[in-house]
């Protein structure tokens, strides 16, 4: 697949992860209840609204590539939605999450505190 933008676009790659993106067949309906997942090396095995999604490696994906499913991956993936983005860094500096992420920052104390005492993590 080539994509042939007009102008820059700092942000491309990451909008290609969203589920806007995802590459499904033609037609294929909107689900009722949210976007529709694509094909790939993960699958969703669980879901749950408050808590998160859990992946586990898709036994139908066949690879294309040696770099498309190497077996450095992890065979589960767990997505937890944490109550607050402080939260988050407190599961990350605790050692119970690899990643604290979301669509809003963590509380300016929180962020400050990092940047002193774990500027290696952030």
Do not use: C, K
């Not at 997942?37 to 999604?53: L, M």
């Not at 767990?78 to 988050?88: C, I, K, L, N």
């Amino acid at each position: 697949m080539t994509f042939h933008l007009v102008s820059a676009d700092p942000d491309f790659l990451y909008a290609l992860d969203l589920p806007s993106a995802f590459a499904v067949p033609a037609g294929t309906p909107l689900h009722p209840r949210g976007f529709v997942p694509a094909t790939g090396p993960y699958e969703i095995a669980s879901f749950d609204v408050r808590h998160g999604v859990r992946l586990v490696r898709n036994p139908r994906f066949r690879e294309w590539s040696p770099n498309a499913q190497p077996s450095g991956y992890p065979d589960a993936i767990v997505v937890r939605q944490e109550s607050s983005p402080d939260a988050g860094v407190a599961a990350v500096l605790g050692g119970t999450a690899d990643l604290a992420s979301g669509e809003t920052r963590p509380s300016p104390a929180t962020l400050a505190s990092v940047r002193t005492q774990h500027a290696s993590q952030l």
